[in-house]
T-cell receptor
Framework: KAGVTQTPRYLIKTRGQQVTLSCSPI?????VSWYQQTPGQGLQFLFE???????NKGNFPGRFSGRQFSNSRSEMNVSTLELGDSALYLC?????????????FGPGTRLTVT | GQQLNQSPQSMFIQEGEDVSMNCTSSSIFNTWLWYKQDPGEGPVLLIALYKAGELTSNGRLTAQFGITRKDSFLNISASIPSDVGIYFC???????????FGKGTLLTVNP
C-alpha cells in the first residue's frame, strides 16, 4: 500500500507570495491533518479535514487555509508569505476512528521564504 | 489546551545501552502514539496505545500507557546506531480527533 505523498518536496518563495501544497493520503484514509514543524516550535497543528469538511483548526492566522477533495486528497494554501512561514509542512492521514487513530505522515514539503 | 511535557530533551548514549523517555500530560488522554523522525523526513509511527496500563512492543521498542492516563513511556533496549533520531510522543484526549505532540527527544548513539 502506498504511503502518504506530498508535493512538492521543496519550495522557495518570496515574501508576499502565496503557495499551495498538496497531500495524497493512504488509500482508504479519509482524514488528513496538516502540521507546521520548526526547530523552535516543534510540531504545530494547523487543521484537519475529514469528508471534505474542516473538523479541527489550530491557532494559525487566516492566511493559512486548506481544503479536501472528494478523493480525500488535500491542499493547503498560505497567502502573503512571511519569513516566519519557513518550515517543514507535514500532512498525515488516518482512519479517524476511536480505537484506530494512528496518523501516518508524508515526507513533508520544505518551504523557504526569502 | 492540552500540553505535553516530553523528557529528556536529548540523550547521548553508547551503543548497546538501554534508553528510556517519557511524556506527561496536563489532562487525561485516551490515545498515545510514539514516532521517530530522521532528518529531512516525516515522523514514522512506532507504537500506538489505546488502553490505560497497556504495554506494547515493537522489536526492541516497548511503550506503556500510564495507568493515570496522563503519561506514557518509551524504552529502547540494546540501542544501535540507526536508533539515532528525534522521538516524539503524541496524545489525544476526549472526543477530539486532534493530536498534541511533545517537543521531542533527540537521541544520539555513539558506536
Amino acid at each position: 500500500k502506498a504511503g502518504v505523498t506530498q508535493t512538492p518536496r521543496y519550495l522557495i518563495k518570496t515574501r508576499g507570495q502565496q503557495v499551495t501544497l498538496s497531500c495524497s493520503p493512504i488509500s482508504g484514509h479519509r482524514s488528513v491533518s496538516w502540521y507546521q514543524q520548526t526547530p523552535g516550535q516543534g510540531l504545530q497543528f494547523l487543521f484537519e479535514y475529514f469528508s471534505e469538511t474542516q473538523r479541527n483548526k489550530g491557532n494559525f492566522p487566516g492566511r493559512f487555509s486548506g481544503r479536501q477533495f472528494s478523493n480525500s486528497r488535500s491542499e493547503m494554501n498560505v497567502s502573503t508569505l512571511e519569513l516566519g512561514d519557513s518550515a517543514l509542512y507535514l500532512c498525515a492521514s488516518s482512519f479517524r476512528q476511536p480505537n484506530s487513530y494512528e496518523q501516518y505522515f508524508g515526507p513533508g514539503t520544505r518551504l523557504t521564504v526569502t | 489546551g492540552q500540553q505535553l511535557n516530553q523528557s529528556p530533551q536529548s540523550m547521548f548514549i553508547q551503543e548497546g545501552e538501554d534508553v528510556s523517555m517519557n511524556c506527561t500530560s496536563s489532562s487525561i488522554f485516551n490515545t498515545w502514539l510514539w514516532y521517530k523522525q530522521d532528518p529531512g523526513e516525516g515522523p514514522v509511527l512506532l507504537i500506538a496505545l489505546y488502553k490505560a496500563g497497556e504495554l506494547t512492543s515493537n522489536g526492541r521498542l516497548t511503550a506503556q500507557f500510564g495507568i493515570t492516563r496522563k503519561d506514557s513511556f518509551l524504552n529502547i533496549s540494546a540501542s544501535i546506531p540507526s536508533d539515532v533520531g528525534i522521538y516524539f510522543c503524541a496524545g489525544r484526549g476526549g472526543s477530539n480527533y486532534k493530536l498534541t505532540f511533545g517537543k521531542g527527544t533527540l537521541l544520539t548513539v555513539n558506536p
